[in-house]
């Protein structure tokens, strides 16, 4: 088990790129089979898979969000990244950091707490 | 993408009860169904994958069945902490897909 710590902006303009991080604790995010992911939640509603990292640096992004996402990793620092560009005031979510296993049958066993990010006019 | 619709969308019921929601999937997924409990400001978390293997730590109260299209979490008496929203989720294929979500509330 690790612990995941998701930081950044809770307010973004409308048009600009949301930008956050997530710190990876108890683990190295690099030694194992593993997919860095990002899931998010709008006020009263479900989940939604954004995207994931590969501990190889490989990504996979959700279609409906795919060109304007961005997932990076930076290992020096465990940590990993998503941005979101072009904003809008339906981007307003609760935004999960997440570990998806990286076997059979691939769930997420790890979770950040989650932080709300809304997007403002 | 596959779609995953849980029914029902809402449940009451009592502490004791015995209660089951449904999960059905748009197409084949295996055992590719992952289940997990959200309780109001809290992430989610993981109850059952491959359909009905539980997860380390989980009451045994909870049991999950299922393969290919058609699956179901049961608990079998309800406790007081179980009253939450449940969701179920598919990782046969990119992108990974959740149920709408099933809140279970107190009668």
């Known amino acids: 088990q690790v612990q995941l710590q998701e930081s950044g902006p809770g307010l973004v303009k409308a048009s600009q790129t949301l930008s956050l991080t997530c710190t990876v604790s108890g683990g190295s995010i690099s030694s194992s089979n593993y997919y860095w992911s990002w899931i998010r939640q709008p006020a009263g509603k479900g989940l939604e898979w954004i995207g994931r990292i590969y501990t190889s640096g490989s990504t996979n992004y959700n279609p409906s969000l795919k060109s304007r996402v961005t997932i990076s990793v930076d290992t020096s620092k465990n940590q990993f990244s998503l941005k979101l560009s072009s904003v809008t005031a339906a981007d307003t979510a609760v935004y999960y950091c997440?570990?998806?296993?990286?076997?059979?049958?691939?769930?997420?066993?790890?979770w950040g707490q989650g932080t709300l990010v809304t997007v403002s006019s | 993408d596959i779609q995953m619709t849980q029914s029902p969308s809402s449940l009451s019921a009592s502490v004791g009860d015995r209660v089951t929601i449904t999960c059905r999937a748009s197409q084949s997924i295996s055992t590719y169904l992952n289940w997990y409990q959200q309780k109001p400001g809290k992430a989610p978390k993981l109850l059952i994958y491959?359909?009905?293997t539980l997860q380390s730590g989980v009451p045994s109260r909870f049991s999950g069945r299922g393969s290919g299209t058609d699956f179901t979490l049961t608990i079998s008496s309800l406790q007081p902490e179980d009253f939450a929203t449940y969701y179920c989720?598919?990782?046969?294929?990119?992108?990974?897909?959740f149920g709408q979500g099933t809140k279970l509330e107190i009668k």
């Open positions: 997440a570990r998806r296993d990286g076997d059979f049958p691939y769930y997420f066993d790890d």
């Open positions: 989720q598919q990782s046969y294929s990119t992108p990974d897909t």
């Open positions: 491959a359909a009905s």
